[in-house]
């Protein structure tokens, strides 16, 4: 099966389109080589419940979406 468009939710809620996804693997390629020299930063903060209402109704919206096409 191949995709012709793909979107990506993070647990916070915001939606990635194909056209910043290339952006987000280079930050995630420094993050990594930042790591690897040995600056590794805080943590990140635990999910709120706003992050978890924005992610349930973000991935709703997708999914509906996705059925109203198919």
């Given at each position: 099966m191949a995709f012709k468009r793909c979107l990506c939710s993070i647990t916070s809620g915001k939606i990635y389109?194909?056209?910043?996804?290339?952006?987000?693997?280079?930050?995630?390629?420094l993050s990594v080589k930042r790591k690897d020299a040995g600056d590794y930063g805080k943590n990140p903060e635990p999910?709120?419940?706003?992050?978890?209402?924005n992610f349930k109704k973000e991935l709703t919206r997708l999914l509906s979406n996705f059925q109203e096409r198919n």
């Amino acid at each position: 099966m191949a995709f012709k468009r793909c979107l990506c939710s993070i647990t916070s809620g915001k939606i990635y389109f194909e056209e910043s996804n290339s952006r987000l693997l280079k930050l995630r390629h420094l993050s990594v080589k930042r790591k690897d020299a040995g600056d590794y930063g805080k943590n990140p903060e635990p999910l709120s419940e706003k992050d978890r209402e924005n992610f349930k109704k973000e991935l709703t919206r997708l999914l509906s979406n996705f059925q109203e096409r198919n």
